[in-house]
């Protein structure tokens, strides 16, 4: 919503950009990995004030079955700037996907239509950006997700 006492100030908006991935193989099989994520997450500041965000957990799902977990770092944004972040999301302790899953993933790949789910805090905001798992590095805008309970 637009400010009518200061037309200037935007909200805080992010997206994120898979840069690459691993370990997206079946769980059981052989030199199968941990699902490992690279990321990059971009955050513009559409506020008239500098803002600050001391890290935060990232988790990235398919289908709604968290992969894998990373932090963001810490950062300070001056007003109206823009920053780019890496971020590495690690399945550390698990191997591998869950055959179900890995069907599922399999499929929707064939089909284009495979999307992870990125969601992470920023400066006390939640977002999530639905990212194509396609292997071509592409800006997936990123929105406030809406939850029921």
Same mark, same amino acid.
């Given at each position: 919503?637009?400010?009518?006492?200061?037309?200037?100030?935007?909200?805080?908006?992010?997206?994120?950009?898979?840069?690459?991935?691993?370990?997206?193989?079946? &769980?059981?099989?052989? #030199? =199968?990995?941990?699902?490992?994520? %690279? @990321?990059? +997450?971009?955050? *513009?500041?559409?506020?008239?004030?500098?803002?600050?965000?001391?890290?935060?957990?990232?988790?990235?799902?398919?289908?709604?079955?968290?992969?894998?977990?990373?932090?963001?770092?810490?950062?300070?944004?001056?007003?109206?700037?823009?920053?780019?972040?890496?971020?590495? &999301?690690?399945?550390? #302790? =698990?191997?591998?996907?869950?055959? %179900? @899953?890995? +069907?599922?993933? *399999?499929?929707?790949?064939?089909?284009?239509?495979?999307?992870?789910?990125?969601?992470?805090?920023?400066?006390?905001?939640?977002?999530?950006?639905?990212?194509?798992?396609?292997?071509?590095?592409?800006?997936?805008?990123?929105?406030?997700?809406?939850?029921?309970?």
């Amino acid at each position: 919503m637009e400010s009518i006492a200061n037309p200037d100030e935007k909200p805080t908006t992010c997206s994120v950009e898979l840069a690459g991935f691993q370990g997206l193989q079946p &769980a059981p099989s052989p #030199g =199968a990995t941990s699902p490992a994520f %690279d @990321l990059i +997450l971009r955050v *513009t500041n559409g506020h008239t004030f500098t803002l600050r965000h001391g890290g935060g957990d990232v988790v990235v799902s398919y289908a709604g079955v968290p992969l894998a977990h990373g932090r963001t770092p810490s950062f300070e944004l001056g007003d109206k700037d823009v920053v780019a972040l890496p971020v590495k &999301a690690t399945g550390a #302790g =698990a191997v591998g996907i869950p055959g %179900d @899953l890995l +069907l599922l993933m *399999t499929d929707e790949r064939r089909w284009g239509v495979a999307q992870l789910q990125v969601e992470f805090t920023v400066a006390w905001n939640t977002f999530a950006c639905d990212v194509e798992l396609d292997g071509n590095p592409r800006v997936s805008e990123c929105y406030k997700p809406t939850y029921v309970n």
